[in-house]
């Protein structure tokens, strides 16, 4: 069954010979055990790999090693590739960012009677909470009974607490500070969003549309989140425009991926992307809230 694709995007479907010469080398070559890797918290600890059950829903594992990054020349020929994307009509976040006043993207904003277009614009309700339930609510404070209501309502101080616990999960001093680990670079994401380069020692990401200035050990937590993301599952070659401010569902209509188990979340993290389990999606969506540019 067809799925209609949300009106205005652009979808682009690349071919990927080389995956597919590899995989006919690989055929016959036994399997290599993969190594281990230290347990975050929150993630699936029992032991079972993932696989696709009867109802054809996608389930990831998240213990099973990460992909082999692109090579330097793919990298920057797939980056320049989704910057040439445009995002659905309504979603793009240059377009969103440039038309809302600033005063509206601060803690004194009541949520009560927004639309819920324009609740994807705010900071404390990201298009990847929006449709949660309760919406905008990250899955584990959702857990601890924190309502939609209480969370609309906290101020800088509030959500700058709950981020760097949240941070502290994922530090992590032997991961190299590297633009290259992300698809696109910091200059990149400046250019895209008309910003001054990064201050000395920061440097910007891109998460859902929304672009983030983080330091070191900001930028480290988000290094250690896309190493757990996968991109296995996903349709092989598929762009998605990086400026696309959207709702999980939305996500998926959009670029006609398939739906994910309980407990697992599309994100697109600088260009790119991936699937990851609440514990760090909800880190995720935390750092495009404190961390937020303009």
């Not at 992590?172 to 680990?181: K, R």
Request: with cysteine; charged share 25%.
């Amino acid at each position: 069954m067809s799925v209609q694709a949300f009106e205005g995007a652009q979808i682009v479907q690349i071919k990927n010979d080389k995956d597919k010469g590899q995989k006919q080398v690989n055929k016959n070559k036994p399997q290599k055990a993969g190594k281990g890797k230290p347990e975050k918290v929150g993630q699936d600890n029992n032991g079972q790999k993932a696989h696709k059950s009867d109802n054809k829903q996608t389930k990831v594992d998240v213990n099973r090693p990460k992909q082999a990054r692109w090579s330097n020349v793919d990298r920057v020929r797939i980056s320049n590739e989704i910057l040439q994307l445009r995002a659905p009509d309504g979603r793009d976040m240059r377009v969103l960012l440039s038309a809302l006043p600033l005063v509206l993207l601060g803690s004194q904003v009541s949520f009560a009677h927004v639309p819920d277009a324009q609740l994807l614009t705010y900071r404390n309700c990201p298009p990847g909470l929006a449709k949660k339930d309760p919406p905008c609510v990250p899955p584990g404070l959702a857990k601890r009974g924190v309502t939609y209501e209480q969370w609309v309502a906290y101020d800088d101080d509030r959500l700058e607490a709950l981020y760097l616990e949240q941070r502290d999960q994922y530090l992590d001093g032997n991961v190299a500070l590297d633009d290259n680990s992300l698809l696109l670079s910091s200059d990149q994401i400046a250019a895209l969003y008309g910003l001054q380069p990064a201050p000395s020692g920061s440097r910007y990401a891109l998460i859902d549309g929304q672009p983030v200035l983080l330091n070191d050990q900001d930028y480290t937590s988000l290094l250690q989140i896309n190493d757990l993301a996968r991109v296995g599952n996903l349709p092989a070659g598929l762009r998605v425009a990086p400026t696309a401010a959207l709702t999980q569902s939305e996500l998926r209509q959009t670029y006609r991926l398939p739906e994910l188990e309980p407990g697992y979340n599309y994100a697109v993290v600088n260009g790119e992307l991936v699937t990851l389990e609440d514990s760090a999606f909800e880190t995720l969506q935390l750092i495009r809230i404190a961390r937020a540019v303009l």
